[in-house]
């Protein structure tokens, strides 16, 4: 006989456990953390704005992948409000322009950002295995790995707070995409949140979801690796 099969946990439970993963998002990174009490150097976050540019175009990328995996309407209708968020439409230009005027804000050139010759290859890496992970999975999955948006507007809220007394250099334009994602991050997690909680049933689903959850993570996770490495933290 194998070892007993361990019950599901309940759904209060199951989001508990994905809500624990807090604990390994990227605003515990020791870069994260010396950005955002105003230990870094001007480049040094010139540098996060670059590579990070990267990971923002690649979101609607990500979002397209699982989009066209998913079968029900009901249920594209409401991804594709991601895609919009950040392509943005002739009335609202989204979350891509508004990166693109956060390094405006910083002093650096859009052309140099666009051009993506400033992109680490840790950190191009860390974020083609994410589109590549989207593309492949199912999109229960897909829609698993996108929960770090649980955690993401704190880290929104701590820099409003803490960078316009940390970095004046910045200007105060800068910080719209930020203010931005507090409301959209909130909205989007409703549906991957409900999503996941009904999708993954048995105790082995579930722990694969928090695996799933974890390789997200992980990505945010080295693409700061790879900014410490290449530009140092602090003076």
């Known amino acids: 006989m194998g070892p007993p099969v361990k019950p599901p946990w309940t759904k209060e439970e199951f989001e508990r456990q994905l809500r624990a993963k ?15 009490s105003g230990q870094c150097t001007k480049t040094q976050v010139q540098g996060w704005v670059y590579n990070r540019y990267y990971y923002q175009i690649s979101i609607p990328l990500k979002d ?7 079968p029900d309407r009901d ?30 804000a910083c002093g650096l050139k859009r052309e140099d950002m666009q051009s993506l010759k400033y992109v680490l290859p ?65 909205r ?5 949140l409900q999503t996941t909680l009904e999708h993954f049933k048995t105790r082995e689903e579930q722990e694969s979801a928090l695996d799933i959850l974890q390789f997200k993570l992980d990505v945010l996770w080295t693409m700061l690796d790879t900014i410490q490495l290449a530009y140092g933290v602090g003076p």
């Not at 397209?64 to 998913?70: C, E, G, P, Q, W």
């Not at 989204?94 to 693109?100: C, N, V």
């Not at 229960?140 to 790995?145: D, K, L, R």
């Open 22 to 36: 807090g604990t390994r998002y990227h605003i515990h990174h020791p870069f994260h953390i010396a950005m955002n």
């Open 64 to 70: 397209a992948s699982i989009l066209a995996n998913m």
């Open 75 to 104: 249920q594209r209708r409401q991804w594709i409000l991601r895609i919009i968020d950040h392509d943005g439409t002739q009335a609202d230009e989204g979350g891509i322009e508004a990166w693109l005027r956060l390094g405006d």
């Open 122 to 186: 840790g950190v191009r890496f860390a974020v083609d295995a994410y589109i590549n992970f989207a593309r492949h999975a199912t999109w229960q999955e897909a829609v698993c790995s996108s929960l770090t948006e649980l955690f993401a507007p704190e880290i929104h809220k701590k820099r409003l707070e803490n960078w316009p007394q940390h970095y004046p250099w910045i200007e105060p334009e800068g910080y719209q995409y930020f203010r931005k994602r507090l409301s959209e991050a909130r």
């Open 188 to 192: 989007d997690v409703e549906h991957g």
